[in-house]
């Protein structure tokens, strides 16, 4: 072996080949191997010991440089951090472990200092905005701003240690994988991680002997060794990197533990939890073999309720055992996965224990197969366990019948034990457990709760219920977040009774599943976007130019702003056309699939051969043949438009139009601001959600108008009859009025559900402020004259925000002005620099015998007091409520202005941000 690699390096006659460097200087971390030096198959080991041997002296001085870089990071040290790093750099060059270490730093050092903002710097030079997947695998898997689970998954055809793979798809493996368990899985790991650098050959060698993984039959020189075991103890006993208290420690530790393999803690944690923290259909059945590593660490674990925490006390983020007491989440979850892979029996469990087991554990529903988790509902004795564990079917599984499954299980358990009250079961549920009430709330959104037949009375409390339920969730966790979304849900309804739009037989998709979706497949294509200091938005002219669209679909590689656009068209793709949840399933099943047929059909009356005569029945029956084909035509023509199966379809799957592609920036622009605030990319589901509604409206505005035409072509009856016939007059007027409502009907089906309006005309905001001020006011019915941009289109949060304001200007009037009163509304949009603002004016009369100054005067000292508690106690000044908006920034600002003559007037100004407007 030693003589032949000697003549490969050093012989003139292959002098033509490229050797890789064993300690780059030049980033490794993408492309391939011109030439891999590593022997196959069971010899592979063996050269790399050599190699390592061969270069002792600068392995060991790379281990030395790691572990002070180790011992920095357990003292906080921030200076010295740096320093370690280009030291490093600068004496053994590029390696993953080194990297795995900076990913680290990014995820958890704070952002000003100087060790973060190096590591970013060398970071970025490894092509992190070039499509390296890699490096965005080896960032987001050790950081926590995504989710484990959905990221391996949406890596696990990219990510390969195969021989002849490009480095990226290998450093994604090694992310996920850093720990093999087969022999063969062992020597293609460490062959992997030689192709970055022999310092990582030498770590991934080492950790895996020290596993018992690899025989002590493969040499290590004794320098190397007391150089591995100081490495190893390096970090010290204190890391206090991991929060113990929040119980996510041992999550924290096992994203970390890549960057940490030389510390056996880490390393053992990895081993025991990596092969059973996975998705069922990626797990490996030689995860629950006797000897794994995961048997081990739950020795005397044997039941479900060896789980079940019987203190509180402090959490171990890296232990070596499983402890009931100290264990944390991930522990207990890969507790839960490890009994019930093998035996599900959920029998012994109360509804206590099992409140205590879900609310100390995480994503049960998606680490447990469906097999799995149906023989664990169906060996449950306790009705509150039965329901919880149906209920993580429903949030696994698509099937139909988990679905049916859950909510029958749901609405008898809350008839028979809350009397059908589903916020008083929610309050049950919290103090037994406040973790798993989530899970309720988001599964029982609108369309779920439409399905609860024996819950629901009426399509009025399907939305009160929930906005209901978001109020109480809001309060009970202190987050305003979805108690915002009540306000939002009841307004959206307010507003679709103005429009006349309330029909529930319309479209619909299953939201819980479509952000599953999402989270699963899209959500890291907007890690980078998210992280850049300005969004960077493309121009709709470059969006509708066919070549400067192509050029960017050949760039997206390196540009994070159209990789998130296109994962949003991916997304508005399976939200119109994926038949499980998107709107193609309700399509076949409310629409398409005899619903049509029959509510059309349903105004042919049968005529029998005396009703009418002869001539004109024959014409009748004619007409109802043709008319009868026609629907055929059109029920099949309610397709999302297809190169091949559907070519006439009416509906579009794709952004073709400018004004889709104005939206899907909006959204870019939405989905950047938000994920600003909230740091990280929670939302990002949601509003993709919202905003694929409002793109598919754009659509639904075509079919209305193709129904209509239909309607005028061939959807009236007209028969050659005598003008004085008047029966037949009658007859021909009384089918054709039955068309046209059932037409009419059609056409309500293709409208957004009120659930998720995310856009309003101003128009109607104002029509819902005057309606609730005239019901609250009964003697207030004023005269209105509007001026200004009255067909305003508000989308987003714009227009509660408007409703607010307008809400306390109108009640203001209401209360204090003139009645029956006068009413001046004025709504104008202005520049204000790069971005719009909303000016809107609300102006009334003031009482007789009352004096303008007199009574602005009473409203400034009213506000005065200060805006505190002015949003949650009912009663106060209106004019502390807007000083609160201004606060909240749900308003820039506001004025008061009054005026003398002809009568005395008081106007309240009000400036809104204009923005994420679709006009």
């Given at each position: 072996m030693r003589v032949v690699?000697?003549?490969?390096?050093?012989?003139?006659?292959?002098?033509?080949?490229?050797?890789?460097?064993?300690?780059?200087?030049?980033?490794?971390?993408?492309?391939?191997?011109?030439?891999?030096?590593?022997?196959?198959?069971?010899?592979?080991?063996?050269?790399?010991?050599?190699?390592?041997?061969?270069?002792?002296?600068?392995?060991?001085?790379?281990?030395?440089?790691?572990?002070?870089?180790?011992?920095?990071?357990?003292?906080?040290?921030?200076?010295?951090?740096?320093?370690?790093?280009?030291?490093?750099?600068?004496?053994?060059?590029?390696?993953?472990?080194?990297?795995?270490?900076?990913?680290?730093?990014?995820?958890?050092?704070?952002?000003?200092?100087?060790s973060y903002r190096l590591c970013l710097e060398l970071v970025e030079t490894y092509g992190i905005n070039q499509k390296n997947f890699g490096v965005m695998a080896m960032i987001d898997s050790i950081g926590s701003d995504f989710n484990y689970l959905d990221l391996k998954y949406r890596f696990r055809k990219f990510a390969t240690i195969a021989r002849g793979a490009g480095i990226s798809p290998k450093i994604s493996y090694l992310c996920f994988s850093p720990i093999a368990f087969q022999e063969d899985d062992v020597r293609a790991l460490v062959s992997a991680s030689y192709d970055v650098s022999l310092v990582d050959a030498a770590i991934a060698l080492l950790a895996h002997r020290d596993l018992g993984l690899i025989p002590d039959s493969v040499p290590i020189s004794p320098a190397i060794e007391a150089s591995w075991a100081a490495f190893g103890a390096s970090l010290g006993d204190q890391f206090d990197y991991f929060d113990a208290k929040s119980g996510y420690g041992d999550t924290q530790a096992f994203r970390a533990a890549p960057a940490f393999l030389e510390d056996k803690r880490f390393r053992r944690l990895r081993a025991a939890f990596q092969p059973l923290y996975d998705i069922p259909a990626l797990r490996s059945r030689a995860a629950f073999a006797a000897d794994s590593f995961a048997a081990c660490f739950f020795e005397g674990v044997a039941r479900l309720d060896d789980l079940v925490p019987a203190t509180a006390g402090r959490g171990d983020p890296l232990p070596d055992a499983f402890d009931t007491d100290k264990?944390?989440?991930?522990?207990?979850?890969?507790?839960?996965?490890?009994?019930?892979?093998?035996?599900?029996?959920?029998?012994?469990?109360?509804?206590?224990?099992?409140?205590?087991?879900?609310?100390?554990?995480?994503?049960?529903?998606?680490?447990?197969?469906?097999?799995?988790?149906?023989?664990?509902?169906?060996?449950?004795?306790?009705?509150?366990?039965?329901?919880?564990?149906?209920?993580?079917?429903?949030?696994?599984?698509?099937?139909?019948?988990?679905?049916?499954?859950?909510?029958?299980?749901?609405?008898?358990?809350?008839?028979?034990?809350?009397?059908?009250?589903?916020?008083?079961?929610?309050?049950?549920?919290?103090?037994?457990?406040?973790?798993?009430?989530?899970?309720?709330?988001?599964?029982?959104?609108?369309?779920?709760?439409?399905?609860?037949?024996?819950?629901?009375?009426?399509?009025?409390?399907?939305?009160?219920?929930?906005?209901?339920?978001?109020?109480?969730?809001?309060?009970?966790?202190?987050?305003?977040?979805?108690?915002?979304?009540?306000r939002q849900l009841r307004l959206d309804r307010k507003i679709a009774a103005v429009r006349g739009a309330i029909n529930e037989t319309r479209l619909n998709i299953d939201a819980v599943r479509f952000r599953q979706w999402i989270d699963q497949n899209k959500l890291s294509s907007f890690s980078n976007f998210i992280r850049q200091k300005a969004p960077n938005l493309p121009s709709l002219e470059e969006l509708t130019d066919k070549s400067k669209y192509q050029s960017m679909i050949l760039s997206e590689h390196r540009v994070p702003t159209t990789r998130a656009l296109l994962a949003i068209i991916e997304c508005y793709e399976q939200f119109c056309k994926n038949a499980d949840f998107g709107i193609a399933s309700f399509l076949g099943r409310r629409i398409r699939h005899g619903t049509l047929r029959g509510t059309l059909l349903t105004g042919i009356p049968e005529v029998s051969s005396s009703a009418l005569p002869?001539?004109?029945?024959?014409?009748?029956?004619?007409?109802?043949?043709?008319?009868?084909?026609?629907?055929?035509?059109?029920?099949?023509?309610?397709?999302?438009?297809?190169?091949?199966?559907?070519?006439?379809?009416?509906?579009?799957?794709?952004?073709?139009?400018?004004?889709?592609?104005?939206?899907?920036?909006?959204?870019?622009?939405?989905?950047?601001?938000?994920?600003?605030?909230?740091h990280g990319a929670l939302s990002i589901p949601m509003q993709i959600e919202q905003y694929c509604w409002l793109i598919f409206e754009q659509e639904l505005v075509n079919v209305q108008a193709s129904i209509s035409d239909a309607r005028n072509r061939w959807g009236m009856l007209k028969l050659r009859h005598n003008p004085n016939d008047t029966e037949v007059i009658a007859f021909e007027k009384s089918v054709n009025l039955t068309l046209a409502d059932q037409f009419n009907t059609v056409i309500s089906w293709f409208k957004k559900?009120?659930?998720?309006?995310?856009?309003?005309?101003?128009?109607?905001?104002?029509?819902?402020?005057?309606?609730?001020?005239?019901?609250?006011?009964?003697?207030f019915s004023p005269d209105i004259q509007f001026s200004g941009e009255e067909d305003l289109k508000l989308s987003g949060s714009n227009y509660s925000f408007v409703y607010d304001g307008l809400t306390i200007a109108v009640r203001n009037a209401a209360k204090h002005g003139t009645c029956p009163g006068r009413l001046a509304v004025g709504a104008n949009v202005q520049p204000q620099g790069e971005s719009k603002v909303l000016r809107l004016s609300v102006t009334s009369d003031v009482r007789a015998g009352d004096s303008p100054d007199v009574a602005l005067r009473r409203m400034r000292d009213a506000g005065d007091v200060g805006a505190q508690d002015a949003d949650i106690v009912e009663g106060l000044s209106g004019m502390r409520k807007l000083k609160k908006m201004v606060v909240d920034r749900r308003i820039l600002d506001f004025e008061l202005e009054s005026e003398e003559e002809p009568r005395g007037k008081v106007s309240v100004v009000m400036r809104f941000p204009f923005e994420g407007v679709v006009e």
């Open positions: 690699d000697e003549l490969i390096r050093k012989d003139r006659l292959f002098q033509h080949l490229v050797i890789p460097a064993e300690f780059p200087v030049a980033s490794p971390f993408d492309g391939m191997r011109d030439f891999p030096m590593v022997p196959h198959d069971e010899v592979a080991l063996d050269y790399i010991a050599f190699r390592i041997d061969q270069n002792k002296a600068e392995v060991c001085e790379a281990f030395n440089g790691l572990s002070e870089l180790n011992r920095a990071l357990a003292t906080d040290d921030d200076a010295r951090m740096a320093n370690a790093i280009e030291y490093l750099m600068l004496r053994s060059g590029h390696s993953l472990a080194l990297a795995r270490k900076m990913a680290f730093i990014i995820g958890y050092a704070p952002k000003e200092t100087l264990a944390e989440v991930l522990a207990r979850s890969c507790g839960i996965v490890w009994v019930c892979e093998r035996d599900p029996d959920f029998s012994q469990l109360t509804a206590a224990s099992m409140a205590l087991l879900m609310g100390s554990s995480f994503e049960i529903d998606r680490l447990l197969s469906t097999d799995t988790l149906r023989k664990a509902a169906g060996s449950a004795t306790d009705p509150f366990v039965k329901l919880l564990l149906h209920t993580l079917l429903r949030a696994h599984s698509s099937a139909t019948r988990d679905s049916y499954n859950f909510k029958e299980q749901f609405q008898t358990y809350v008839r028979q034990f809350h009397n059908g009250d589903i916020l008083a079961f929610m309050e049950s549920a919290r103090t037994l457990s406040p973790e798993i009430i989530s899970y309720f709330v988001e599964l029982l959104d609108e369309t779920m709760l439409s399905q609860m037949a024996f819950l629901m009375a009426s399509s009025n409390l399907i939305y009160e219920t929930r906005a209901s339920l978001l109020e109480w969730y809001g309060n009970a966790t202190n987050d305003e977040a979805p108690k915002e979304n009540a002869h001539g004109i029945l024959a014409q009748y029956q004619s007409w109802t043949k043709e008319f009868s084909g026609s629907v055929n035509s059109l029920a099949a023509r309610l397709h999302f438009i297809d190169k091949t199966s559907h070519k006439n379809g009416l509906i579009s799957a794709e952004i073709d139009t400018p004004q889709k592609w104005q939206t899907c920036v909006v959204c870019l622009n939405a989905i950047f601001e938000q994920s600003q605030k909230d559900p009120p659930n998720v309006s995310a856009i309003a005309d101003l128009s109607h905001v104002i029509e819902v402020v005057l309606r609730e001020a005239c019901d609250e006011y009964p003697t």
